[in-house]
Nanobody
Framework: HVQLVESGGGSVQAGGSLRLSCAASGYTVSSTRMGWFRQAPGKEREGVACIGRDGITMYSDSVKGRFTISKDNAKTTEYLQMNNLKPEDSAMYYC?????????????????WGQGTQVTVS
């Protein structure tokens, strides 16, 4: 049974930083593709970053250069380091996993989702 639990959200001023964590169980982080997505009120869920089995990463243009996705295989945990946060980054952030296929930013590709953690930038 695959389970994902996010943590690390909160409120921060513009220009600040947060690190989100996603603890995974039911599969090994090293063998899967993991992503971070966000959804603001009234908007569609959008892909933020993903990391493949081989460690190759992908970012949306809106966060490139500010956010860093990583994973700790030993701790079966995925991270999203968010720097230089902007008010437009405010959203519910979700981690997701897919067991097959490549790393991508399309939500429909991912079968497993966490419950989300709120990020608010003022």
């Amino acid at each position: 049974h695959v389970q994902l639990v996010e943590s690390g959200g909160g409120s921060v001023q513009a220009g600040g930083s947060l690190r989100l964590s996603c603890a995974a169980s039911g599969y090994t982080v090293s063998s899967t593709r993991m992503g971070w997505f966000r959804q603001a009120p009234g908007k569609e869920r959008e892909g933020v970053a993903c990391i493949g089995r081989d460690g190759i990463t992908m970012y949306s243009d809106s966060v490139k250069g500010r956010f860093t996705i990583s994973k700790d295989n030993a701790k079966t945990t995925e991270y999203l380091q968010m720097n230089n946060l902007k008010p437009e980054d405010s959203a519910m952030y979700y981690c997701a996993a897919r067991l097959y296929g490549g790393c991508g930013l399309t939500p429909d590709w991912y079968a497993y989702w966490g419950q989300g953690t709120q990020v608010t930038v003022s």
